[in-house]
């Protein structure tokens, strides 16, 4: 049997909202004959399109041949066939189109952050509650298959004790004068909801909470390195949010983690993230698809000596974790498993509430950075 979930999607113009959430996720689950129910069921999606601009919506839909798009989000609320709303849309217009969703009795999905400020991520948790709906905040960086091995060393008792962790994320991103950026202009201005912190640690939080332990406190310094940007007219314009962020967190546990972020760093890595996990029986690196490992009995002894050229290897000491499994794209599974919860009541730790501890460290970091000091995160109650 195979029933019928319909979904507005708000926000499928812009980068995020089609390559991720259309293209590689709701259309690949159609295409697929839907989601597959734990009772052997299947829910497919028939998508409903939103956006400002009718003639971007209307190639999208020639382009994939779906039937149904507006501009009018009042009205696709309205339509009782669209019982699921998801949201792309810039952060400054994300909280008020929750709002107006929850209000209509959609249960809701959406990209993060929930809110600009930790007050508004936590009222939209209290209007869910309320208005009894599901909901859930995107967690894509817990899907790649560098991150799911790790956390399968994780809960292998690899690492034995943890001590630290390490990541760096991030990379050049051009001002768009003699190259175009890769990036929208709005994600470098504040005004827009715009910054690397406000991107950035709501996914740091996710990470570490799920893979490693809850983030406790934070210290951190957000810097903007390029004043000036390029917009996507070549028009110059000032860049009033930070670009770089370096942070350190204090996890349960007595866990350290530095994490750098940044648009304005060329990478020498493997990856455009990679995270260092150190414990007392072990280490591992990963990234996007790669985890390498470094038992404690296969560790290295070296000696620092200045005087004479390193001639040890040390990469060559690490070894692959294999994958085990086919993985899919994040995203998709992500809204498979959303859809599984609305639809049968499934587990979904990746609430509203969720969304709320992401904006909170976020919040938290500027704080840090704008005051120059040690940050205890507050505690969220409903």
């Known amino acids: 049997m195979v029933q019928r979930l319909g979904v507005v999607m708000n926000g499928v113009t812009g980068r995020m909202g089609y390559r991720q959430h259309l293209l590689r996720s709701v259309l690949a689950i159609r295409e697929q004959g839907g989601v597959e129910l734990p009772d052997g069921s299947r829910v497919q999606l028939e998508p409903l399109l939103v956006g400002r601009s009718a003639e971007k919506l209307r190639d999208i839909a020639r382009r994939h041949d779906l039937e149904h798009y507006t501009t009018d989000l009042d009205a696709a609320l309205a339509d009782d066939d669209y019982p699921l709303y998801f949201d792309a849309q810039l952060t400054a217009v994300r909280e008020a189109s929750l709002h107006k969703a929850m209000a209509a009795g959609r249960h809701v999905y959406t990209e993060k952050p929930t809110a600009e400020t930790l007050e508004g991520a936590v009222e939209l948790a209290r209007a ?155 280490s591992a690196v990963a990234g996007l698809f790669g985890c390498r490992v470094q038992p404690r009995a296969a560790t290295p002894k070296a000696v620092w000596n200045p005087d004479l050229p390193e001639q040890h290897r040390y990469r060559d000491d690490w070894l692959e974790v294999p994958d085990n499994a086919v993985l899919e794209n ?38 840090s950075s704008a005051q120059g000091r040690r940050v205890e995160l507050p505690e969220i109650s409903l």
């Open 128 to 282: 869910a509650a309320r208005a009894g709906v599901k909901n859930g905040v995107v967690h894509d960086k817990l899907f790649l298959p560098g991150l799911v091995k790790l956390k399968r060393l994780v809960d292998s008792g690899f690492f034995g004790e943890i001590l630290s962790v390490r990541g760096e994320f991030g990379y050049w991103v051009f001002e768009g004068d003699w190259q175009s950026a890769q990036r929208p202009s709005w994600n470098y201005r504040a005004e827009d909801g715009g910054g690397i912190v406000a991107d950035m640690f709501c996914h740091w939080n996710y990470v570490l909470e799920q893979t490693i332990a809850p983030v406790e406190a934070v210290t951190a310094k957000a810097v903007t390195h390029v004043p000036v940007r390029h917009d996507e007219k070549g028009e110059a314009y000032k860049a009033t949010a930070d670009d770089a962020a370096y942070a350190i967190f204090e996890l349960e546990g007595g866990i350290i983690a530095q994490l750098n972020s940044s648009w304005a760093v060329r990478v020498d890595r493997d990856e455009l993230v990679e995270f260092q996990v150190d414990g007392t029986l072990g």
């Open 330 to 367: 994040g995203f998709k599974v992500q809204w498979e498993q959303f859809v599984r919860h609305v639809v049968a009541d499934t587990p979904n730790p990746y609430d509203f509430l969720s969304g709320a501890r992401g904006v909170r460290l976020a919040e938290a970091g500027l704080a």
